[in-house]
């Protein structure tokens, strides 16, 4: 197993790709801090990794948005598990923000979500993947490399975290720490199907799925094996990439419509 004795803390994972991580990591024998706003969705997804293998498994309920409870998670995983090798920030929340009806409260939310929590959290955590010779990788989407109709201030807040990404890289390069992001395509999760109706939906992913190359939408374990293959020592070569996984979205289309 290709994580096995890894640390992982994993941002948003109580569902969709956080959840689809969680569950490849504990496959690859990986150690898991796993926090969400979800307590039962958390529990559900501990039971699944349990299954996948018999891996110790924290949980912390909070809002990864505030810095106290962030402290706290840091603080927690490190005491249970003596250190940290990686950190998925991964956390998120629904992309529709057109300019036209997008409000300060919204803007402040995916800002806070996708780009200041990122950045502290990895703060926090950085003197621990230090220590550990560990690695950062960052969740992104494709939408940064093309347009995406309706999304323009959820792509640009995961414009910045690819910059990010960049340059904590070269930051960090030096202290033996590495950070990749992945940038997926369209992956079904329940964001989106809390968000939308079943029909509103359905022509979504109909859309999208005859403008995606490969025919067909994506899954939240494809992109975790991304994840585990960038957080294992399979990738010691590989830093300061934004590795899209979108079934070839962004080579063909300059924007879907």
Known sequence: MALRGKVALITGSSSGIGAGIAAVFAREGAKLSLTGRNQKGLEGVVKKCKTEASNDVLTNVGDITQDAFRKTLVEATRKKFGKIDILVNNAGIEGASPLQSVTKELYDRIMAIHVETPVFLTQLVAPHLIESKGCVVNISTCGTSTIVPGVGIYVMSKAALDTFTRYLAHEMVSLGVRVN?????????????????????????????????????????????????????????????????????????????
């Open 181 to 257: 992001a992945v940038n997926p395509g369209y992956i079904p999760t329940q964001i989106l199907s809390r968000n939308l109706s079943k029909e509103d939906l359905a022509k979504m992913e109909s859309a999208v799925t005859k403008a995606t190359p490969v025919g067909r939408l994506g899954t939240v374990e494809e992109i975790g094996h991304i994840v585990a293959f960038l957080a294992s020592e399979k990738a010691a070569f590989v830093t300061g990439e934004c590795f899209r996984s979108d079934g070839g979205l962004s080579m063909t289309t300059p924007a879907l419509t």
